[in-house]
């Protein structure tokens, strides 16, 4: 007889919900990344309970910490958003001290993320073959711009992803150019990917007992969250698309999916419209879904009841060609009130809707502070600041979002209570420069 999988388990915990540890309590993480992609995936891991090791390069660190600084002498927002609840150690990897400490934790560590250039963490002497050696259970993750093929030594950045991995030719309104979107699925899309990744390479190692190699290229990302524009891309060979807006307007499709401005995407018609105030706020409007099965209530609702049986509206596919008309109509409802009003009424007969909320009002949104989304963090230099909690919620392991770590800031902590240096020995380390900046030349004498 076979054991299963549920025979190896531990009998459930008798600890109160939220008390039993966090899910990845135990797990260590070797965090070589920096900016956007890497920082967006070791700080999840860094939420659900692993202990996160950011590895900085001394006096100088993530390059993020400097960039659209707003505060004099402290750490950007674009590096505190990214790295909380993580611990920073600054190590030179050139040096020959700073090599062993690397290589020692290496021995250590359950993960190892980078996203550096391809071949950079080869350059530093901790190639895959190297890694696997010094430690046979590490999972060694990267994100990259492209995987194999012509591109993949070619630098991405978040647009570059954007346009390579098919989003920006999908964006924007038939008539004019293609666009990027500000959310940033190249980077963050593809930190979330790799994190999911890792916890299934973490997972798998249980059975194992060995690592591997984890990779998401930020290409496959985008691509991923583009699929159903691929889907698409499929149904063109069998006639146009007819819940683009352009199929109403009698324009005809060419060989490739087009941008389709605002149309949802989906099989219900959608679109943003103008809401009360539109004339001074750039963000009065709503998105508006026309769902087939609340058709009848949105005639009721915006005053056409006769639409309800009209041969030209009555049925979703008489609805098709005449969408600009329609949704012409219901902006005429929504202008009569705000956008947060017209998802009231709406809501109370299941319209699919959705009011365009600010920064501004996602930042003073109180049930986002309530579940922990939105997180108001105390920093010793920069002061209180917000940043996005864990968009996971899990009901048995709760998160608590810290604040970033300034430079090196625990470098002793880590060699001592991690590594198991003593006092000389770090003494020794801190004199061989492996982990202190080094002295800027003193101007000479006039």
Avoid at 236 to 249: A, I, N, V
Wanted: charged letters at 20%; a neutral charge.
């Amino acid at each position: 007889m076979t054991s299963s999988a549920n025979d190896m388990l531990p009998p459930p915990s008798s600890a109160p919900w939220g008390g039993a540890g966090k899910a990845l309590d135990g797990v260590r993480v070797l965090d070589f990344t920096h900016v956007q992609s890497g920082p967006t995936c070791t700080q999840l891991l860094a939420y659900m309970g692993a202990d996160v090791i950011k590895i900085e390069r001394p006096g100088v660190g993530d390059i993020t910490r400097g960039q659209l600084r707003d505060v004099q002498g402290a750490d950007s927002l674009y590096f505190t958003m990214l790295n909380g609840n993580k611990r920073s150690i600054t190590i030179d990897s050139k040096n020959k001290k700073g090599l062993e400490i690397l290589e020692r934790l290496v021995k250590i560590c359950d993960v190892l993320v980078e996203n550096f250039a391809p071949g950079a963490l080869d350059r530093m002497g901790l190639t895959w073959e190297r890694v696997h050696q010094l430690n046979p259970r590490m999972i060694m993750a990267s994100v990259k711009g492209f995987g194999p093929g012509p591109y993949e030594d070619c630098k991405v950045y978040e647009n570059v992803a954007q346009c390579a991995g098919g989003a920006a030719s999908t964006t924007g309104f038939l008539e004019g150019p293609p666009l990027v979107t500000g959310a940033q699925i190249g980077d963050s899309g593809t930190g979330l990917h790799l994190a999911l990744g890792i916890v299934a390479a973490l997972y798998q190692r249980n059975r194992t007992g060995r690592g591997q190699r984890v990779l998401a290229a930020m290409q496959d990302g985008v691509l991923n969250l583009c699929r159903v524009k691929l889907r698409d891309q499929q149904r063109l060979k069998h006639g146009p698309l007819t819940e683009y807006s352009q199929y109403g307007q009698g324009i005809p499709f060419g060989d490739a999916t087009p941008r389709a401005g605002n149309d949802s995407g989906g099989g219900q018609p959608g679109w943003i419209l103008k809401c009360k105030g539109w004339e001074t706020d750039p963000n009065a409007y709503i998105y508006f879904i026309t769902q087939a099965p609340v058709w009848n209530e949105i005639c009721d609702v915006i005053g056409v009841p006769e639409w309800k049986t009209h041969p030209d509206y009555a049925t979703p596919n008489a609805r098709l060609p005449r969408l600009k008309q329609i949704f012409d109509r219901i902006e005429q409802w929504t202008m009569t009130k705000t956008k947060l009003e017209a998802m009231d009424i709406l809501n109370k007969y299941d319209i699919p809707c959705g009011p365009i909320l600010s920064m501004k009002e996602l930042a003073d949104e109180r049930s986002l502070r309530e579940t922990g989304t939105v997180v108001e963090v105390d920093h010793p230099k920069r002061g209180k600041y917000l940043t996005v909690g864990n968009p996971i919620k899990l009901s048995d392991s709760p998160c608590e979002v810290q604040r970033s770590p300034l430079l090196g800031e625990h470098t002793n902590e880590i060699l001592s209570s991690v590594l198991g240096y003593s006092e000389g020995e770090i003494s020794e380390i801190r004199a061989s420069g492996a982990i202190t900046a080094p002295e800027k030349p003193r101007p000479a004498a006039a």
